[in-house]
């Protein structure tokens, strides 16, 4: 009996039709995260017997190599999301006893060394510099100056803190008075680095 009297001829083509009969669309196809694709391409009957005994292929390898990267990215917004819960929780506290609250300045990647950056702390109105000293160091004071009040800019140059309106100096490295009429230290910035992320935890009046 031939192929067309029981039923088993292939289909013909026709070339017309928008679908292609020789295509099985109910048939199941391989997941491709699991076709194993050997380094020169060649199919896996054609590969060394060895091949067989070292699964690992292209498609798999780019498979485990993207978890990774997902697991790390799941991994870094965790911390973050951790991190953030723990500076509002701290706030919380911090408010109900009259301290100052816990507040990112900026973070090293844009802070260079030999650089500053101003912001204000605790208060709107509180001017204040965060410097990165050339070997390295990271500094933080009010910019208020303690004879008149004026804004104190950092010379980094010649490691002072310059205050214009009587040629007054501050120490770099301590914020203390070293020339002019200021008396007293610049309030001091407490700073605390948490990953690549300056934050400023509290400020000190200082009187010596
Ligand atoms: S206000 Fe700064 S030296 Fe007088």
């Known amino acids: 009996m031939s192929d067309s009297m029981r039923g088993d001829r292939p289909a013909a083509v026709d070339a017309r039709s928008p679908v292609d009969a020789r295509i099985d669309i109910l048939k199941p196809r391989p ?4 076709m194993t694709i050997a380094p020169d391409w060649r199919p896996m009957d054609q590969q060394p017997v060895w091949r067989a005994d070292f699964p ?9 190599e993207r978890r990774e990267f997902m697991k790390f990215m799941v991994l870094t917004s965790l911390a973050l999301t951790v991190g953030q819960f723990w500076i509002v929780a701290q706030n919380w506290w911090r408010r109900r006893r009259g301290l100052s609250e816990i507040r990112r300045i900026a973070s090293l990647d844009q802070l260079p060394v030999g650089g500053l950056v101003t912001f204000t702390y ?31 800019r950092p010379r980094l140059e ?4 310059h205050c214009p309106c009587h040629e ?15 008396r007293r230290p610049l309030d001091l910035v407490r700073l605390q680095v948490r990953g690549s992320e ?11």
Do not use: M, N
Not at 31 to 34: L, R, T, V, Y
Not at 129 to 139: E, G, W
């Open 122 to 152: 605790p208060g709107a109105q509180d001017d204040c510099v965060l410097i990165r000293t050339r070997d390295d160091a990271l500094l933080a004071y009010s910019q208020r100056c303690t004879h008149l009040s004026c804004a104190v």
């Open 31 to 34: 997941d491709a995260e699991q």
């Open 158 to 161: 010649e490691d002072v803190i």
């Open 56 to 64: 690992i292929d292209v498609p798999q390898d780019q498979y485990v």
């Open 168 to 182: 007054g100096y501050f120490d770099l490295r301590s914020g203390r008075p070293i020339a002019g009429p200021p």
């Open 198 to 208: 300056i934050y400023a935890t509290g400020i000190v009046a200082r009187t010596v």
